[in-house]
């Protein structure tokens, strides 16, 4: 997906660190619905949560905001390149895609590769130097998230 401006980068990035959050808080209600609170996976998706929630207020902090149309625009574009789920955690949900713990990490585990990639892809065409350089950062926090989970799928 190509992006024209920061702002756009930046938009696209709060959209899917939303998801994000929305995807490990399900996780992990999961994991407590099955009684299983204290197991290392709990552990694991919660401090990957807590990273989801700091990626989301720096990128927030950073954001200036766009139209609602050019928002709008953004959101399809995304959904169109497969950076967003169409319908979001819930179309997720209704495709079957939550079910379960294997599930739900090969969904999140998909979900963190596409946002390393797509970090790593809008920061090259950030015209934003500190922009640039958060979203490379964020970028490899993505790429030890995704470890986690390919570590748990094995």
Do not use: W
């Amino acid at each position: 997906m190509q992006v024209k401006s920061t702002q756009e980068a930046l938009y696209i990035a709060i959209e899917m660190e939303r998801g994000a959050v929305q995807l490990y808080e399900r996780a992990l209600k999961l994991l407590g619905n099955q009684s299983r609170e204290k197991e290392t996976l709990r552990a694991q998706l919660a401090s990957v949560l807590a990273d989801e929630k700091q990626h989301l207020a720096q990128f927030t902090e950073l954001y200036k905001g766009l139209s609602v149309e050019a928002e709008r625009g953004l959101v399809l574009s995304a959904i169109a390149a497969d950076i967003l789920f169409p319908g979001g955690l819930m179309g997720a949900v209704r495709q079957g895609l939550l079910e379960d713990e294997r599930a739900m990490i090969a969904f999140a585990a998909k979900a963190e590769e596409m946002a390393a990639k797509t970090y790593r892809a809008f920061a090259a065409q950030c015209g934003d130097v500190f922009a640039a350089e958060m979203l490379s950062g964020i970028a490899l926090e993505e790429d030890k998230h995704l470890q986690v989970l390919r570590e748990q799928q094995a």
